[in-house]
Each structure stands twice: as structure tokens, then as C-alpha cells.
């Protein structure tokens, strides 16, 4: 069956540090792969989206960014992190766009 | 772009009363899924409707999707308190390449 990772589970960094979030998924090829934020615990701003290695849309302006470096790794990273930045960041897979997502147990990070 | 509205935001009920949340886009949509949120958990995938007018059943939760597939809403009978969560529509546009778009989610709270 199908599984998806998502760690760190929870991130305390201060301002302008970097960042790196990483998610994998097992049991599957080829997925399509998504980072969200939510915000206060409730709507889902997509981030970024992977059909593909090395195949990356961003959806929104912003000081992150996402790379694909294997079929099945999705990382999500910022060179200076916002206070701004903070939130719940959620990585998910699906078979195809249009098919049901499923998603990690998300990293709760909190800049000080 | 398109937009994904839900409401209400927020419904507090007793355990035993019914519970229904709302979705309306702005365009035509291919498919309609529904995911629910535990509070601190991910969100789970409940169902996708793809049909024009489509109703769909899962034990006490009735999902339906609109004639002109731009409407849908889902219907819990007697809540219980396991169904404490945020529940979320995301629909995709019906034409060219697009993602799903989230609706804000209705929170709702069952209290005993």
C-alpha cells in the first residue's frame, strides 16, 4: 500500500534562518505531488505542484521554493524565512490531478 | 480564478441534530471531493462526485453534487461527536490544466 512521510512533525526557527521540509511516498510511481500551508488551523493554500522530477508550478509569489530531486522526494525550502512563514505546511500525493489526494501528518513550524 | 466558497465557516450542534455544509464555485467543475479534518490531524479524503446531480451515501453522510456541477453539499444525520472536524470541499475547473482548489472548510463542533 501506498504511505506517505512528512517530517519534521513540528519546526521552532527564528527569522531569516533557512529552511528544508521533506516528504516521500512509498508504494507508488511516478505521483503527483503538492506542498500546501494551511493557516490557523483552516483553508489550503497550494503552494507548489510536481507532475514530475524536476517538474515544479508554483501557485503563489513567495520566498519559498520546492525541487523534485526523485520521483517520489518533494522538498520544500526557503533561504530566509518571514515571520509570515509561519503556519501548518501539509505535503500530499494523488495518482493524477484529478484523482483524490492524500496527505501527510504536515510540519507545524513557528518562526520566533 | 476560480474560487471555492463554502459556509457556514463555523456550526456548533448538539449530538443527535443533523449538520449540512455548502460549496459553490464560481465556474463549472469537473469533479467535487469532500476531506475531512480531525482537530491536529491531516485532512482524510471522504469521496469524490463526478456526475452531473450526483448523490452519494456514506452510512449517516449523504454527499450531492448539483445539476449545473458548480454546487455541492454534504449532509450528516445524527452527528455524533466523532464527527468533530473541519470538513473541506475541492473542486476542479471543468476545461484546460488546473488543480484543485480548497474551500475555506466548515468547522464543526458536537457536543454531547
Known amino acids: 500500500s501506498q504511505t506517505i512521510h512528512q517530517w519534521p512533525a513540528t519546526l521552532v526557527q527564528p527569522v531569516g534562518s533557512p529552511l528544508s521540509l521533506e516528504c516521500t511516498v512509498e508504494g507508488t510511481s511516478n505521483p503527483n505531488l503538492y506542498w500546501y500551508r494551511q493557516a490557523a488551523g483552516r483553508g489550503l493554500q497550494l503552494l507548489f505542484y510536481s507532475v514530475g522530477i524536476g517538474q515544479i508550478s508554483s501557485e503563489v509569489p513567495q520566498n519559498l521554493s520546492a525541487s523534485r530531486p526523485q520521483d517520489r522526494q518533494f522538498i520544500l525550502s526557503s533561504k530566509k524565512l518571514l515571520l509570515s512563514d509561519s503556519g501548518f505546511y501539509l505535503c500530499?500525493?494523488?495518482?493524477?490531478?484529478?484523482?483524490?489526494?492524500?496527505f501527510g501528518d504536515g510540519t507545524r513550524l513557528s518562526i520566533l | 480564478g476560480q474560487q471555492v466558497m463554502q459556509i457556514p465557516q463555523y456550526q456548533h450542534v448538539q449530538e443527535g441534530e443533523d449538520f449540512t455544509t455548502y460549496c459553490n464555485s464560481s465556474t463549472t467543475l469537473s469533479n467535487i471531493q469532500w476531506y475531512k479534518q480531525r482537530p491536529g490531524g491531516h485532512p482524510v479524503f471522504l469521496i469524490q462526485?463526478?456526475?452531473?446531480?450526483e448523490v452519494k451515501k456514506q452510512k449517516r453522510l449523504t454527499f450531492q453534487f448539483g445539476e449545473a456541477k458548480k454546487n455541492s453539499s454534504l449532509h450528516i444525520t445524527a452527528t455524533q461527536t466523532t464527527d468533530v472536524g473541519t470538513y473541506f470541499c475541492a473542486g476542479r475547473r471543468d476545461s484546460g490544466y488546473s488543480t484543485l482548489t480548497f474551500g475555506k472548510g466548515t468547522m464543526l463542533l458536537v457536543s454531547p
Open positions: 462526485l463526478v456526475k452531473s446531480g
Open positions: 500530499a500525493w494523488s495518482v493524477q490531478r484529478n484523482q483524490p489526494q492524500h
